[in-house]
């Protein structure tokens, strides 16, 4: 799969209204039979054009991936993704997430729930205020805290649970993953083309960076990131 190209990789966010015109509906029965695939991979280029009144939407410029079978449960990445964003550790702040299952069995009493960067963002969709966006350069899907009316729409319309939108019950805003893109208390350029903190600071390196979009399923963004080093401890490498 090839890197993103930012002058190709565009898909449509919104259903249309009054001011747009052309719904996701619309948009997907006039593409058809190139089909979603050629949309989200840059393929069509300059073969269809987008009317203008269409909401165009960039894809992510880079994407979190992890191994739930090599985590390990420490909350690292959460105690790190507060402290980087909030000056504070605090996982109730964290905008990456473990989850953990007291009843379930290796592999799955545990779950790293990171925002996916979605191509069609329901978040960005149901924000009323233009806090929910994505970037302008990056296209990195984030949020705008001077513009959010703490409404919560937004968390309420991802469709993943937990919702990786979340509420930030201290300072009152929504907040979701924004790739590090900004981070006042970590002095590391972040975003798309800098680094990210969970990345950086995962003791078992159970979480990556891509640049690639994933396969739009768990299975997309749940990969191996186990190693020949991890086999010789006795850890299962598949």
Known sequence: MADIDKTKDTVVAADGDAKTGVSRRD?????????????????IGGAFLLPEEVLAIPASGGYLLVDTKKCAGCETCMLTCSLVHEGRENISLSRIQITQDP?????????????????????????????????????????????????????????????????????????????????????????????QACVELCPMKAISFTKEIPMQSDAGYDVNLRNEHYGKLGFPTN
Request: contains cysteine; charged residues 20%; hydrophobic residues 35%.
């Open 27 to 43: 948009f997907l029965t006039g593409v058809g039979g190139l089909g979603i695939g050629a949309v989200l991979g840059g393929l």
């Open 103 to 195: 009843f379930g069995k290796y592999p799955y009493d545990m779950a790293q729930e990171q925002c996916r960067q979605c191509p069609f963002p329901a978040c960005v969709d149901a924000c009323p205020t233009g806090a929910m966006h994505a970037d302008e350069v990056t296209g990195v899907r984030m949020v705008d805290e001077a513009k959010c009316v703490g409404c919560e729409k937004c968390v309420n319309a991802c469709v993943f649970t937990p919702s990786r939108v979340q509420w930030n019950h201290e300072d009152k805003h929504a907040q979701k993953c924004d790739l590090c893109k900004e981070t006042p208390f970590w002095s590391q350029d972040g975003g798309a083309d800098g680094k």
